[in-house]
């Protein structure tokens, strides 16, 4: 049987379709390794800061200076 000119559109569609869904496939599989490193490191970077905000607490209690606070202080050249 002869393909007519719409069976061959169709086909050419579909393997379009087909080869758009590879791509996305392997867009979203780059996506995801990526965001799995991402997640990762910031685990590392929060571990670290908890890390350094544990070493940094007693040094600020001890010194008696108070914690910086953006709403009560004026620029210096008020």
Known sequence: MAQTK???HLEQRIDGL???LAFQEDTIEAL???VEK???EIDLLRRHLELVATKV???VERSGIEPFDANNERPPHY
Request: charge should be neutral.
């Open 6 to 8: 719409e069976q061959n």
């Open 18 to 20: 087909e080869s758009q």
């Open 32 to 34: 995801n390794k990526q």
């Open 38 to 40: 991402q997640a990762k």
């Open 57 to 59: 607490a007693p040094i």
